[in-house]
């Protein structure tokens, strides 16, 4: 079954509408919770009187951050563990009055409908002491009178930083010393569904039903905002809209679990909105980097230094693990004997950034990429040649991170395929020294991506599978669907071990914390590596199980027996079949035996997934229009599972690469704070209009680390399209932009600065 475009599992059910999402599960007389937030950047509530909305008819409760427990508690979708050293930083209450951005939660309303708590939240008055706002992070870290957080003066929530060999010497060893300064913008996940959750109490124990990506963490993160046994929640996870990690932080279940508590364990429902999605949750962290590299006469990297600032927003959320991932990514691939590092995450008066499909590389290959282009540009060699002159050949390792190796490495592959199918060195020189005001380019760039999260945090995952009477299996995860096929491929992961067919797993796409197996959820790339490690476990003890069974069944000379598609073989001949054996186990009245297996396994091992993205591109100078002309994305993920789903993840995540590199961006007034384009009508999301055809292509190398030879795929695809494009552009103009997305105010501007309007 593996390597197959078997359908998706979910398919049917979620074309023709059966499929259920929270909102399709809601209780009868659910209560409506909505939140008030704060109408300033920076500062402290020094009064709230809420009533009027007390008063209102239909309005069942009023908290503010007065009534909430006052301890603070962390978001982040990450492992918990028993070592402090990696433990999340705890900075935020469920309702607070130290205001922090524009649109921090102060209080919230519960009432008998939607119509009557949105009245009720206009009642609420509010008076503040404003402090001055400051959304950038090199400006923030210079402290100020009020820092965001008072146990970080400075508003720096971390830095960390590495050393390889002596950077300092090794520019001064080379011929040629470059630098640049590259920015990434604040930008938001936009999945289908907008975050959305209800809870209720049921026998004393909270039950919160929610759209996560994490529901064992949100279990603990509940627990902890609220200080109560963890024991007492339970978590259900429907079918989810997309998360893109968004969902991979615990988000308004802690304030939902309250409000239920508040209201005698009555039904909440707290659905928010798109407008508060874009302010209210997460977003991708904006980080400005300056890099510099020393080269020799020969266009090799003899010293290359990184100093990355990331904005963080007002809450710690995901924080520093994200400019921790970047720096990662600038040791990675490109041979060097001389490397520095050195990154600082910092508090400003902005939304929180938290986790968004590939943490943090998107960002760091935006720049890399980009100064590789602009190196190959000084030195006058073409951009794909300098890259091949300094990219690591085979097998590679992380120098800090000794796990984390490139045990399988096909980047030279996916280059040539990539430059094959753009015609590479034919339109380099084809669109050279061109002249007018529509020109085109070719550019391309490439990523190196780590597959989970081991060795910085730990990786577990648990299965479950269950002999039916009908001798089909029943697969339980706690992993979860987000939409990216994975229950597709843990079927057929089931179904390859098992020898069985995929029509025979049937999996639960359903999360409950009190009845799946323990898994920290969909993230990191990571499910069908480590989940997928823990599926191949459990079917080889289901495997052994059942032969085990049909042993007892079957004379001795017959006991050397195999599994094929529904029979029991001993050598070559059928016995029995699986039905049979299964009715058998369970209602045999002398051998009856439900046959299960389970497994929970930590998975201490990772590998890297390569590849790249070629862009043609056509500017339209005077406009300041870049239309995509072909564009193609070649990846070394191991052996494809799923060919189909494969290529699904790929044009997904180039739709958000595109988008990255070319329009999307939330904007911030520079005096409060406030988010100004917080709409899907504002916020330039790519369309079918603006999507050329999009080409996915794959080298298959057997990983030896990877369940069924695999590695990382569901985020890789979004990472390196924005700097193909920016590289693409650059070629086409001579003018090299350094800040995406390449809007056409940006790119007139530019195009201004060099002469060319």
Same mark, same amino acid.
């Given at each position: ?321 994200? &400019?921790? #991932? ?5 040791? +990675? !691939?490109?041979?060097?004997?001389? %490397?520095?590092?050195? @990154?600082? *995450? /910092? ?118 599978? &269950?002999? #039916? ?5 029943? +697969? !339980?995860?706690?992993?979860?669907? %987000?939409?990216?096929? @994975?229950? *597709? /491929? ?118 890297? &997934? ?148």
């Amino acid at each position: 079954m593996i390597g197959k475009s078997v359908p998706r599992v979910d398919a049917y059910d979620k074309v023709t509408g059966r499929a259920k999402f929270t909102d399709d599960m809601i209780l009868n007389k659910c209560l409506i919770a909505k939140v008030y937030h704060a109408t300033i950047g920076n500062g402290v509530v020094r009064s709230i009187d809420t009533s009027e909305a007390e008063a209102l008819d239909g309005v069942v409760k009023v908290v503010t951050f007065k009534d909430v427990p006052d301890h603070c508690y962390p978001t982040p979708g990450h492992p918990w563990s028993v070592e402090l050293a990696h433990q999340d930083v705890a900075d935020r209450n469920i309702l607070t009055g130290r205001v922090r951005y524009y649109g921090d939660d102060i209080a919230a309303v519960v009432a008998e409908d939607e119509v009557t708590a949105s009245r009720a939240l206009r009642l609420i008055k509010v008076e503040y002491e404003e402090y001055p706002v400051e959304i950038h992070p090199r400006k923030s870290m210079r402290g100020s009178a009020h820092p965001i957080h008072l146990d970080k003066k400075d508003n720096i929530l971390a830095r960390s930083n590495y050393f390889i060999g002596n950077v300092d010497q090794g520019l001064r060893d080379s011929d040629i010393v470059i630098k640049r300064s590259y920015k990434t913008p604040i930008v938001q996940h936009c999945h289908i569904e907008n975050p959305i959750s209800y809870a209720y109490m049921e026998n004393g124990r909270i039950v919160i039903v929610t759209s996560t990506q994490i529901p064992h963490i949100v279990r603990r993160v509940v627990g902890q905002a609220l200080g109560i046994p963890w024991g007492r929640i339970r978590v259900i996870k429907p079918y989810i809209g997309g998360g893109f990690g968004n969902k991979q932080d615990v988000l308004y279940e802690p304030l939902n679990a309250f409000l239920t508590l508040q209201v005698g364990g009555r039904p909440v429902k707290l659905d928010v909105s798109r407008e508060e999605t874009f302010c209210n949750t997460r977003s991708r962290h904006a980080i400005e980097y300056d890099l510099t590299a020393g080269i020799d006469k020969e266009g090799r990297l003899i010293a290359k230094d990184m100093t990355a600032y990331s904005n963080q927003g007002a809450y710690a959320s995901h924080g520093h693990a994200i &400019a921790a #991932n970047g720096l990662t990514a600038w040791r +990675l !691939q490109y041979a060097c004997p001389n %490397i520095r590092g050195e @990154a600082y *995450t /910092v508090y400003t008066n902005t939304p929180v950034a938290g986790a968004m499909r590939a943490y943090g590389i998107p960002q760091a290959d935006f720049a890399i990429e980009s100064f590789m282009d602009d190196i190959a540009a000084e030195i006058h060699m073409d951009p794909l040649e300098f890259r091949r002159k300094n990219l690591i050949q085979g097998y590679y390792e992380d120098a800090f991170l000794k796990p984390i190796a490139a045990n399988t490495n096909g980047i030279f592959e996916c280059l040539k395929k990539g430059a094959d199918y753009i015609h590479w060195y034919e339109k380099r020189k084809k669109y050279e020294n061109q002249t007018g005001d529509i020109r085109k380019g070719v550019g391309m760039a490439l990523f190196s991506y780590k597959t989970g999260v081991w060795p910085i945090s730990l990786e577990i995952a648990g299965a479950r599978l &269950a002999l #039916n009477q009908d001798g089909s299996m029943q +697969l !339980q995860l706690g992993a979860t669907e %987000i939409g990216q096929g @994975a229950d *597709t /491929v843990f079927c057929q992961m089931a179904a390859e071990t098992l020898h069985m067919d995929v029509e025979d797993i049937h999996i639960q796409t359903v999360q409950d914390t009190d009845v799946s197996p323990f898994d920290t959820g969909a993230y990191g790339s990571r499910q069908s590596f480590v989940t997928g490690t823990a599926v191949k476990q459990c079917a080889q003890l289901m495997y052994e199980k059942i032969l085990d069974y049909a042993r007892t069944l079957l004379p001795r000379e017959k006991r050397t027996l195999s599994l094929d598609h529904g029979w029991i073989y001993a050598e070559d001949t059928r016995v029995l079949s699986l039905e049979e054996l299964a009715l058998e186990s369970y209602y045999s009245l002398t051998n009856s035996s439900a046959i299960t297996a389970e497994v929970s396994t930590q998975v201490k091992r990772n590998t890297i &997934a390569t590849g790249c993205c070629f862009a043609e591109v056509e500017v339209d100078i005077r406009l300041g229009k870049i239309k995509i002309l072909d564009i193609i994305n070649v990846h070394d993920s191991g052996k494809l599972l799923n060919p189909q789903l494969a290529r699904m993840q790929v044009h997904g995540g180039m739709s958000m690469g595109m988008g990255y590199g070319l329009s999307e961006q939330l904007l911030l007034d520079e005096k409060t704070g406030r988010l100004l384009n917080g709409t899907l009508l504002d916020y330039k999301l790519m369309t079918t209009m603006d999507t050329p055809d999009l080409t996915a292509d794959f080298v298959e190398l057997d990983d030896p680390m990877g369940p069924y030879g695999n590695k990382a795929l569901g985020e890789p695809p979004a990472i390196p399209c924005a700097p193909a494009i920016r590289n693409a552009v650059f070629h086409a103009t001579g003018v090299a932009f350094n800040e995406n997305p390449l809007t056409p105010q940006r790119l007139i501007e530019g195009f201004k600065n060099a002469g060319l309007i």
